[in-house]
Nanobody
Framework: QVQLVESGGGLVQAGGSLRLSCTAS????????MAWFRQTPGKEREFVAA????????YYRDSVEGRFTVSRDHAKNTMYLQMNELHSDDTAVYYCAAGPSSGRIAVKIWKTYKIWGQGTQVTVSS
């Protein structure tokens, strides 16, 4: 049973914007921290952004702070990642994740997440 489905990836020019979506089952979405990670070939999966289950706290990696915004809509069981001012080094496969992580350290560790989506490709051309 697929529990997380990402969408919204694609090809965009540097400086442009994209919005990623991650839709979950209500059971998965309601009480979990939700996060975005990304990965490029040959590199370890890296944290991008996370939002706690209430939506009151959000966290970002330094390189996307001020450019990316994570949000969640409980009525739609969907998390979003609005990405502005995209750089070529934002190119990656972006993964949505759900898990019981909490706190500004644990939410950035991919191994603490239990459920993952299939990934969506984001390509930024320079």
């Amino acid at each position: 049973q697929v529990q997380l489905v990402e969408s919204g990836g694609g090809l965009v020019q540097a400086g442009g914007s994209l919005r990623l979506s991650c839709t979950a089952s209500e059971h998965t979405f309601s009480r979990n921290t939700m996060a975005w990670f990304r990965q490029t070939p040959g590199k370890e999966r890296e944290f991008v952004a996370a939002i706690d289950w209430r939506g009151g706290s959000s966290y970002y990696r330094d390189s996307v702070e001020g450019r990316f915004t994570v949000s969640r809509d409980h009525a739609k069981n969907t998390m979003y990642l609005q990405m502005n001012e995209l750089h070529s080094d934002d190119t990656a496969v972006y993964y949505c994740a759900a898990g019981p992580s909490s706190g500004r350290i644990a939410v950035k560790i991919w191994k603490t997440y239990k459920i993952w989506g299939q990934g969506t490709q984001v390509t930024v051309s320079s």
